[in-house]
């Protein structure tokens, strides 16, 4: 994920650069050009690599591909879901 998720990304809650959370939900942005691991809602996640439709995470040690417009992808009790993909950033939705 972005080196703004690395850093802004906490254990149980989340906020910071990149990174909008609510109680059991956080939206993170991942610019495209960079990786990086972080812990969302405590559960460790990193970016692998995107294409125009997909994205490849690594979550809990899984690694899921998502679908822009495909439901919710379960893992390690989280739903992750591809919100949106852009030439320069990827936005991911990780909730409980």
Known sequence: MSA???AALLVGGCGG???D???DQCTVT????TSASAEV???EAEFVSADD???TLRVAGQ???LTKGQQ???VAGLQVSLESVTPSAIQVQVSR
């Open 4 to 6: 703004a998720l690395g």
């Open 30 to 33: 991942i610019q495209r050009e």
């Open 53 to 55: 439709d997909t994205v």
């Open 41 to 43: 809602l405590g559960v």
């Open 17 to 19: 650069d990149g990174v």
């Open 21 to 23: 959370c609510g109680v």
């Open 63 to 65: 690694q899921i591909t």
């Open 72 to 74: 919710a992808v379960e």
